[in-house]
Every structure is written in structure tokens, then in C-alpha cells.
């Protein structure tokens, strides 16, 4: 069987030609005399995908022989972005493709633009999931991921008229050849219902009966890592009906309903939710969550028992990671499973759920802390809603030991929220659930240690720690970036660094060497060029290449201050079009760039697009501004769009209020391709600031420990009166300069007003400073340079291949298992 295989394996260029041919003549059912750019994309990923499960079979043969410990990453966002090319890069075949293909007529660049952009995620969370999985496998962990196979990704964002309009995004009409569907993994899911309790052994279970049954069916996507031939897993779910037709109801004649009931099925892993840090308590969110954590969970034991038979091994078998609360759940199902159906006591369940399970929190915003509603929880999964009052209880009772007396602190570390409406406090049960609680960013695990998190902290001072989010290498530097790639290659004379980036630091010894600070400018020139092509052809504006590209990428956020970026951009056109043209001509150049989508319900972030396109409009058409300034409101911001504007970026603006960004992780990616960064003392800015210097930074603004104070004194009115500057910024847009008002009215007369909660006004002054450092900076080239050549030399701990060896080591106590290479 080998022998046959290797010529499957075959890297040679007939041997890859013959596969991608026999691809689109065979899967395809094309001819293969002569096939389309998409078609062509196609079979070359079908091939590439072969290739793949050779390795992921063989490391999935490998762990459970094994019998390994494994990493499960549940998260209900996975935002992938597309896998082509950096599946080419990790198993080190780009070139072997890319010849091929040429030598049959086809680009393997314009391929990569031919495949969809897998977005099953809104934005941070999702992404750094993503990040995750590429270390996981390049650090040789046995992990799989673990989430939802939505049908409609986040929705596609254009602007009409200035404002943002949402399409769905049917992601997979094309197919998806990365995909393997497992037609024989499928779990029923049970939904509604009730319970009957029984004692047994002294301890109380119940069974779960009635309600409805819907299928999860396993969709797998192979992982594979850089430069090694361990491949791993994400399985993502799709619901089916139990039955295609529900025969009662049928038979009954009752044909449209029981289509409907299939149809309900189908619908809850139709559509991923695109709100990004705000909960909106919806009952088809819940089933998501509890439909994919019950499946998780299921497949999870029943790999844990085709090689165990002792419960007490889970932990070290499993280590179960919580991307946010969003699967919380799944530590209640898990404990079902383990009383009612394994029929453990309380005592052993609790301890195995506690050692294998721990949890990430993404935020320290209210409205996205997930509450839900015991009534809800109680009807969709009335079992679940018993053991959480059980654990509760027991919880309780434990606090009341220690503090006694305390009812304040017994109300704020309930489970339970109380009041009309009761609520369940996800993160409080995440907590309990988890033998360890993390932080994304230094400064952000501080403050859930002293705030929303600060009794959990007092009592379980060990189980909150710290860690750093981080990004990928390979698909931030040397697949959107392969100009700098190779020149970091050239100079370290070795590509060593793109899996272990620490290696990047002996970049420091050409931060003032002119000929590296010469190629250095070229490529950001070559990418900027991209940029402004593309720009071109989807914004249809024209902007200039030698101006300073400053650019701010994100989910539109009030948090964020997007606005606090346009309202400087209009001071600076203000005072530009005050200038005579001699003084013009001393101005220092800029493309200003904004892209980030708006969640569909939230009316001030679709305002302050509205205004951003609005701004563009005036700015972009006025003749005495001419190349001096350009505003560019890009479209659909997405992991795609992000590997073209992150390399041709020179400024990047992570400017959130102190204390609301947990870390950031585009940070992360501008600073290793060479973009300096205007930004507040907030998330991981403050690490990054820690490692490449703060001289090399553009820090502004109040500091955490301020924002308390200042909120209060402008909610008070004792502020002081608005900035000269802003005040005639408001003025030029309550005229109707940029368009019209009405939209943006409400929030800029509020600014006026003092109810400014995200600090615009208290910030504006030293923002402008900073912008002024950052103009006098980039007159001085060589300065500027050295800053950027810096930023990439220092970069290394911001590596997600360091956080996940953090979390290897401090979390999952699990190791690396590397496959051996067949030969
Ligand atoms: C909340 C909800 C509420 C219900 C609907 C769907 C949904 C989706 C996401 C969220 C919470 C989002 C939290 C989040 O993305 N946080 C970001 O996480 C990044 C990775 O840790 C971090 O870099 C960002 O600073 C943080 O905002």
C-alpha cells in the first residue's frame, strides 16, 4: 500500500501536475484540457489536501497509539481566513506548486485571490483562535479545535451612500475542498424536555427525557504546522434534523410541518452571530453554544474511552480550553454526563471537571459579559439548569463558611444573578468550573484580578494568571509579507526565524545600515503600491504613494475612537486648507485609512462610518488639498484584506480609552512588518511599548489609573471647556460640511456636552501632540526607519508560538509529540 502511495506523495513537478489534473478531470468532472482560474484553485487544493491527511491520519494513528494527552480548543469563532497559501508555506511546497502550475499556464498568486475567505468569527477572539491553531500544530501539541460550521460567515460589508449594508455571506456555494465530511460522526443532541430524578448510591441523578432530538455532524479541516509533518484537527458541527422527515407528523398529512421541523434543525448552525463584545440574550445563541459543547463533549469522552478505562485518567488525557464563556456549557454537560450517565459521584465528577477544564476572558466590557436568563436555560436544558443551582449550592455554602456573615460577597460570587429577570453569570460559573482563569494581556489580567473578577481572585488567589495573546508568523509576516520575508531570510542567512522568531533580534545590527535601510523602504514602497492599486479598484480613489499610509483596521467600537481619528483628520484638513500654498507644500503627506465592519444593531458605530465616507467625500475631491491628505473609508475589512494593508502600513492607530482594549492583537502584526504605532497605554500596546521602547512608539493619552477620575469630572460637568481645535471641528460638521448631520448629531452634541464615556475630549489635545511627533518623525527617514527596523527586531514575544508554550506549560501540562516522518 505504501508503495502506492508515494506516488500520491510525489513532489516532483509531474507528480504535482498529474494530481491537480486528475483532480479537475475526476473530483471535478471538468475537462482537463481546459479549466478556469477557480477551477484550477480548486483541484490544486483538492491535491493539496491529499497531501495533508497522508500526515493527519498518520498523527492522529500516532496519538492514539500513543495514548496522548490532548489539547481541546472550544471556541465558537474560528476566523481562518484563507488556507491555501499558508498550507503551501507550511509544508514547504510553495515553490514545487507554484512551478508546477506555471509550467501548465496558471499563477498560483491568482489562485490564492480565487478562494473565498472562510470568516467564521467577528474579529480578536475569533482570529486569535486561528493564531492558536497554527502554533498548536507547528509546536507539534496534539490539539484539535473544536467549533460550529456556520453556513453564513459574517456578513460581507459595502458601503452604499456612505453607510454600511450587510449581505450574507454564503461562504460555501463554491464548495469547500478543504473540508472532509464525516458522515459517521454524528451525535443526537437533545433540546427542551424534562427530567426525572432517582437516587442511586446515595447520590441523586436524573434522566433527561422528551423535548426535541437534532444531529451534529463532524466537517474536518487538517491543520498542518510549519516544517514538520504533524497535522492536526478542527472539527467543526453542522445540525441536521434527526429524522429527514419527522414520519408522525407526515403520516398525519401534516407535510409543511414536518419540513419546518427540519428546517428548524438546520437552522441553528445557519448563521454565525455578528456582534462583537455585546450579548444579546438570544434563545438561538444558546442552542449554538449548547449544540456544539454537547458534541464536543461526546466526541471528547469517546476518544478519552477508546483507550482508558479509569475516569480519573481524563485529566491527564484532556485539557478542555474555554475560548471566553461562550462554551461554558460545556463543563455543565460534561458533569451530566459524568453523574447521569457514568454514573460518577458528585465528589470525582467535580474534581475531574475542574483539573481538565480552564478558561479564557476576552473582555472587561458589561455588555459583553454573557448573562442568561434561568428561564431560558430552564426550558432549553432543564438539566443543566439543576446542576448549576447544585453547584451553586455547594458554592455558596463554601463562602458562607469562610466568610460568614457576608452577604454582599455571597451575592456578588453567585451564580446566580437576582432580580426579576434571574440570570446566570457565565463567567462566575466559566471560573468555578476552570483550575485556571487567563487574561490575554498583562494589564488586562490586572484588572479582571482587581475588578469585575476581584472576589474570585481574593478566594482562588492562584487560579487567575496572565496570558499575553500573540499572533502567527507565518501568516503575518511570511505569507502576507513575502518581500520582507526574504530579505529577514537574506539577512539572518537563514529562514530559521519564521518558527522560532526570538531569532529575529539579530535584525538590530541593521537598523542603521543604510543598503538594509534601502531594500527596507523599497519593499514597504512595493507593498504600498499593492495597496493602492487595490484601493483603486474597489474604493475607486486614486491616492498617492509617497504620503504616510495611517492606517486604522478594526471592529468599528466606540471603545476603539474611531471618531477620535476622524475628528483629527478633520482638524488636519481645517488647518491644511487655512495654509497658503507655499506652507502646503511643507505638509507631510497622508493616506488615511479606516476599515472595520459595524455590528448590524449598533447605530453609533454606523455612524461614525457614515461619517468616515462622509469626510472621504469632501476631503478626497478638494483641489487645494489635492495630494496632501486622503480619507479612505475600505470596504469589507476582513483576514484577506488585512494581509495586503497590514505590510503597506506605516502608521497604525490602536487607540482605545485606556483600560477597554484587553490586548489587541493587530498590534501585534503591524509592529513585525515594520509600522510604527500611535497608540494609548491600554492592552498589549503597554508589553509592546515594554519591548521595542517607548521612544519608538507614539504614546498618548490618560493612563489607566486616570479614566475613573476623568469619566467622573466630565459626567459632573466640572470639565474643562472643549479644545479650540475640536470645538471647530464640531462646528464644521454640525454645518453640514461632510454631509448629513442628523446621523451623527446625537453623538457629537453629547461629546459637547460632557457625556463623552470614552475620554474623546480628554484625549484630543495629547492625541495631536502625538500626531505632530509622528509627522516631524517621518521627515526624517533614516529616524523613521530605524524606529520600524527596531519595532521587527523586538517583536518576537508577541509570537502566538510563545503564548501557546505558556499555556502548554502553565495550563495544559501537555507536551510535544512530534510524528516521525515517513520516508
Ligand atoms: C461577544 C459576543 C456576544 C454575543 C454575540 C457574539 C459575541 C462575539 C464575541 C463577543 C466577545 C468578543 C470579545 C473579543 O473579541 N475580545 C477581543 O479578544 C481579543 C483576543 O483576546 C483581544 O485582542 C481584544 O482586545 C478583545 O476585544
Not at 499558508?86 to 496558471?106: P, S, W
Not at 527596507?520 to 504600498?528: F, H, P, R
Request: charged share 25%.
Amino acid at each position: 500500500i505504501w508503495s502506492l502511495m508515494q506516488t500520491y506523495q510525489g513532489i516532483d513537478q509531474k507528480s504535482i501536475q498529474r494530481s491537480i489534473v486528475n483532480h479537475v478531470e475526476y473530483t471535478l468532472a471538468m475537462t482537463r484540457f481546459n479549466f478556469s482560474d477557480f477551477g484550477c484553485y480548486q483541484a490544486t487544493a483538492f491535491s493539496l489536501r491529499d497531501r495533508l491527511l497522508e500526515s493527519w491520519n498518520d498523527t492522529n494513528q500516532y496519538f492514539t497509539t500513543h495514548n496522548v494527552k490532548r489539547v481541546y480548543y472550544l471556541s465558537l469563532e474560528f476566523l481562518l481566513g484563507r488556507l491555501m497559501q499558508n498550507t503551501l508555506n507550511n509544508i514547504n511546497m510553495e515553490k514545487n506548486y507554484r512551478e508546477a502550475l506555471m509550467d501548465i499556464g496558471y499563477d498560483l498568486e491568482r489562485l490564492y485571490d480565487e478562494e473565498v475567505d472562510p470568516a467564521l468569527g467577528n474579529g480578536g477572539l475569533g482570529r486569535l483562535a486561528a493564531c492558536f491553531l497554527d502554533s498548536l500544530a507547528t509546536l507539534e501539541v496534539p490539539a484539535w479545535g473544536y467549533g460550529i460550521r456556520y453556513d453564513y460567515g459574517i456578513f460581507k460589508q459595502v458601503i452604499r451612500d456612505g453607510y454600511q449594508c450587510e449581505i450574507p455571506d454564503f461562504w460555501l456555494s463554491g464548495g469547500n475542498p478543504w473540508e472532509i465530511e464525516r458522515p459517521e460522526v454524528i451525535y443526537p443532541i437533545r433540546f427542551y424536555g424534562y427530567t426525572e430524578k432517582y437516587e442511586e448510591d446515595g447520590v441523586e441523578r436524573a434522566q433527561w427525557k422528551g423535548g426535541e432530538i437534532v444531529m451534529a455532524k463532524a466537517y474536518d479541516t487538517p491543520v498542518p504546522g510549519y516544517n514538520t509533518f504533524n497535522c492536526n484537527n478542527l472539527r467543526l458541527w453542522k445540525s441536521l434534523p434527526a429524522r429527514e422527515f419527522d414520519f408522525q407528523s407526515f403520516n398525519k398529512g401534516d407535510y409543511l410541518s414536518s419540513v419546518e421541523s427540519k428546517q428548524r434543525a438546520e437552522y441553528i448552525t445557519s448563521v454565525l452571530y455578528p456582534n462583537d463584545n455585546s450579548e444579546e440574550g438570544k434563545e438561538l445563541r444558546l442552542k449554538q453554544q449548547y449544540f456544539f459543547c454537547s458534541a464536543t463533549v461526546r466526541d471528547v469522552i469517546r476518544r478519552f474511552k477508546k483507550n482508558n478505562s479509569d475516569w480519573k485518567d481524563f485529566p491527564n488525557k484532556a485539557a478542555l480550553q474555554l475560548n471566553d464563556t461562550h462554551p461554558a456549557i460545556a463543563a455543565v454537560e460534561f458533569l451530566r454526563i459524568l453523574i447521569d450517565e457514568e454514573k460518577l459521584d458528585w465528589g470525582e465528577a467535580w474534581k475531574i471537571l475542574h483539573s481538565s477544564f480552564s478558561y479564557t476572558n476576552h473582555t472587561v466590557l458589561p455588555e459583553a459579559l454573557e448573562t442568561w436568563s434561568v428561564g431560558l436555560i430552564n426550558h432549553l436544558l432543564p438539566r443543566h439548569m439543576e446542576l448549576i443551582y447544585l453547584i451553586n449550592h455547594f458554592f455558596m455554602d463554601e463562602v458562607a463558611k469562610k466568610y460568614p456573615g457576608d452577604y454582599q460577597r455571597m451575592q456578588e460570587m453567585s451564580l446566580i444573578a437576582e432580580g426579576d429577570d434571574k440570570k446566570v453569570r457565565m463567567a462566575n460559573l466559566c471560573i468555578l468550573c476552570s483550575h485556571k482563569v487567563n487574561g490575554v494581556a498583562e494589564l488586562h489580567t490586572k484588572l479582571i484580578q482587581e475588578t469585575i473578577f476581584k472576589r474570585f481572585h481574593e478566594y482562588f488567589p492562584n487560579k487567575i494568571e496572565n496570558k499575553t495573546n500573540g499572533v502567527t508568523p507565518r501568516r503575518w509576516i511570511h505569507c502576507a509579507n513575502p518581500k520582507l520575508s526574504a530579505l529577514i531570510t537574506e539577512a539572518l542567512d537563514d529562514s530559521e526565524w519564521i518558527g522560532e522568531l526570538e531569532r529575529v533580534e539579530y535584525l538590530e545590527n541593521f537598523a542603521e545600515d543604510e543598503e538594509f535601510i534601502q531594500k527596507w523602504i523599497d519593499i514597504k514602497k512595493q507593498n504600498k503600491e499593492k495597496l493602492a492599486a487595490k484601493i483603486e479598484e474597489v474604493v475607486g480613489v486614486k491616492i498617492p504613494i509617497n504620503a504616510l499610509y495611517d492606517v486604522q483596521i478594526k471592529r468599528i467600537h466606540e471603545y476603539k475612537r474611531q471618531l477620535m481619528n476622524i475628528l483629527y483628520v478633520i482638524h488636519r484638513y481645517l488647518t491644511i486648507k487655512d495654509m497658503s500654498p507655499a506652507d502646503r507644500e511643507k505638509v507631510v503627506p497622508r493616506v488615511v485609512i479606516i476599515g472595520g465592519k459595524a455590528a448590524p444593531g449598533y447605530h453609533n458605530a454606523k455612524a461614525i462610518i457614515k461619517l468616515v465616507n462622509g469626510v472621504g467625500d469632501i476631503v478626497n475631491n478638494d483641489k487645494d488639498i489635492g495630494d496632501t491628505l486622503k480619507v479612505i473609508f475600505y470596504p469589507n475589512y476582513c483576514v484577506s484584506a488585512a494581509q495586503t494593508l497590514i505590510p503597506a502600513s506605516e502608521l497604525s492607530q490602536h487607540i482605545s480609552t485606556a483600560g477597554m482594549e484587553a490586548s489587541g492583537t493587530s498590534n501585534m502584526k503591524f509592529v513585525m512588518n515594520g509600522c510604527l504605532i500611535i497608540g494609548t497605554m491600554d492592552g498589549a500596546n503597554v508589553e509592546i511599548s515594554e519591548e521595542v521602547g517607548e521612544e519608538n512608539m507614539f504614546i498618548f493619552g490618560a493612563r489607566v489609573e486616570e479614566v475613573n477620575d476623568l469619566r467622573n469630572r466630565l459626567f459632573s460637568g466640572e470639565h474643562k471647556p472643549i479644545d479650540r481645535r475640536l470645538q471647530r471641528v464640531f462646528d464644521s460638521i454640525l454645518s453640514g460640511t461632510f454631509g448629513d448631520v442628523s446621523i451623527i448629531y446625537p453623538i457629537i452634541h453629547n461629546l459637547m456636552e460632557g457625556k463623552d464615556y470614552y475620554l474623546v475630549t480628554e484625549d484630543f489635545d495629547s492625541y495631536v501632540k502625538a500626531q505632530n511627533k509622528v509627522d516631524d518623525t517621518y521627515r526624517d527617514q533614516k529616524k523613521w526607519n530605524m524606529m520600524s527596523i527596531l519595532g521587527v527586531s523586538r517583536s518576537a514575544k508577541f509570537s502566538s508560538d510563545r503564548t501557546i508554550e505558556e499555556y502548554c506549560e502553565s495550563i495544559w501540562k501537555v507536551d510535544r509529540v512530534p510524528i516521525p516522518t515517513p520516508n
